[in-house]
T-cell receptor, first 116, second 113 residues
Framework: GAGVSQSPSNKVTEKGKDVELRCDPI?????LYWYRQSLGQGLEFLIY????????KSGLPSDRFSAERTGGSVSTLTIQRTQQEDSAVYLC??????????????FGEGSWLTVV | GENVEQHPSTLSVQEGDSAVIKCTYS??????FPWYKQELGKRPQLIID?????GEKKDQRIAVTLNKTAKHFSLHITETQPEDSAVYFC????????????FGKGTKLTVNP
């Protein structure tokens, strides 16, 4: 596609429910990233995929958070038993290959999650 | 781990003036430093980046300088325009198997007409 696509764009969920956020990276991009941005804050790294494997998942805040990537393309971020502090914008990004091979990271528009 | 500090948190300038945003990083192994611009409700977009093998890079009205010894890098915007108003984020990354960008907390730039 033309850019990184995320869905849903907005999600309101009740505390304790599970949510799934989807990311469709730019076609051909092997690297995929999830970041979280709380209101008025910077971007917090969650997880990095190279292909279908996740060499760096150090940013996942708790075991309620998980992510997978299948077919080297679409990724899903799952938050179980959501809490109010999970409310944030979840940004997905992709790059053609590793940033340190000279590639640029492109962000999606984000999924705005509100836990009530 | 890496820590990136960004200053100022807000910056207001008159149209036509220059704007400078500064970032410092803690991990001397970091070697990639991008700057992103984020307009309200929009995605962050890369505006310029620099790698550790150069000290300065320029693209029209935007330039970035890097001082590896002091572990700081700066964004310079000249001849500012109202459309430059946005939040700007700096970031640092060190590779070596970790591709993550560590971001500063952002600078809200307002350019007054």
């Amino acid at each position: 596609g033309a850019g990184v696509s995320q869905s849903p764009s907005n999600k309101v969920t009740e505390k304790g429910k599970d949510v799934e956020l989807r990311c469709d990276p730019i076609s051909g991009h092997t690297a995929l990233y999830w970041y979280r941005q709380s209101l008025g804050q910077g971007l917090e790294f969650l997880i990095y995929f190279q292909g279908n494997s996740a060499p760096d998942k150090s940013g996942l805040p708790s075991d309620r958070f998980s992510a997978e990537r299948t077919g080297g393309s679409v990724s899903t971020l799952t938050i179980q038993r959501t809490q109010q502090e999970d409310s944030a914008v979840y940004l997905c990004a992709s790059s053609y290959n590793r940033v340190h091979s000279g590639n640029t990271i492109y962000f999606g528009e984000g999924s705005w999650l509100t836990v009530v | 781990g890496e820590n990136v500090e960004q200053h100022p948190s807000t910056l207001s300038v008159q149209e036509g003036d220059s704007a400078v945003i500064k970032c410092t990083y803690s991990d001397s192994a970091s070697n990639y430093f991008p700057w992103y611009k984020q307009e309200l409700g929009k995605r962050p977009q890369l505006i310029i980046d620099i790698r550790s093998n150069v000290g300065e890079k320029k693209d029209q009205r935007i330039a970035v300088t890097l001082n590896k010894t002091a572990k700081h890098f700066s964004l310079h915007i000249t001849e500012t325009q109202p459309e430059d108003s946005a939040v700007y984020f700096c970031a640092a990354s060190k590779g070596g198997g970790s591709e993550k960008l560590v971001f500063g907390k952002g600078t809200k730039l307002t350019v007054n007409p």
